[in-house]
């Protein structure tokens, strides 16, 4: 089977750093997915790691550890606008679906 | 804007009818994914077609069919509803089938059942 933890919550003010944590469990392993979702909207791809290692695309970075079952996105100088939650997926053992955790709303403040 | 256009935005039924949801992926994607987010569960996998094939199945109940059709658009019927079946169903759309390609996600439909 496969499990997904996120925290549920997370504040932060304006022009702070924010790291939202995700470990998981999975029988297999296809990469790892960050997508944002504003409440009521569609989810937006953020990133995608497959390997060990770093991925920055300006003001937001992804974190991944195979060996660890643990990835972490890294969101700087927040903005207002970057109050949403935030998902982490991992390909099911297949390559096809993507598997979401619940999930982390994230509240910026000013 | 991702490109993928669902219909309706908004359904409203009520418990033991039928509804088709209906998905356009973005022009040049092959694979067409339906997903169901409700408050409790969170995202859930429901089924995927890429180029008119099943190609793989979540936890999608016997209820529910889906197809893709030849200009690749695609439908779920879900049928003899249930209130547990009031949700937000999305779609999602990918280049092909290849495990590092980032699904699209459309902007949903939102089942209520009453």
């Known amino acids: 089977g496969q499990n997904i933890d996120q925290p549920t919550e997370m504040t932060a003010t304006e022009g702070a750093i924010v790291q939202i944590n995700c470990t998981y469990q999975t029988s297999g392993f296809n990469g790892l997915f960050w997508y944002q979702q504003h409440a009521g909207e569609a989810p937006t791809f953020l990133s995608y790691n497959v390997l060990d290692g770093l991925e920055e695309k300006g003001r937001f970075s992804s974190f991944l550890s195979r060996s660890k079952g643990y990835s972490y996105l890294l969101l700087k100088e927040l903005q207002m606008k970057d109050s949403a939650s935030y998902l982490c997926a991992v390909k099911n053992q297949a390559g096809t679906a993507l598997i979401f955790g619940k999930g982390t709303t994230l509240s910026v403040s000013s | 804007d991702s490109g993928v256009t669902q219909t309706p935005k908004h359904l409203i039924t009520a418990t033991g009818q039928r509804v088709t949801l209906r998905c356009s992926p973005r022009?040049?994607?092959?694979?067409v994914y339906w997903y169901q987010q409700s408050l409790d569960q969170g995202l859930q996998f429901l089924i995927h077609?890429?180029?008119?094939?099943?190609?793989a199945k979540g936890n999608i109940l016997e209820r529910f069919s889906a197809q893709q059709f030849p200009d690749l658009h695609s439908e779920l019927n879900l049928s003899s509803l249930e209130l547990g079946d009031s949700a937000l169903y999305f779609c999602?759309?990918?280049?092909?089938?290849?495990?590092?390609?980032?699904?699209?996600f459309g902007d949903g439909t939102r089942l209520s059942i009453l």
């Open positions: 999602a759309s990918s280049v092909g089938a290849g495990v590092d390609q980032p699904q699209h």
């Open positions: 022009s040049g994607d092959l694979s």
């Open positions: 077609y890429y180029n008119g094939e099943e190609r």
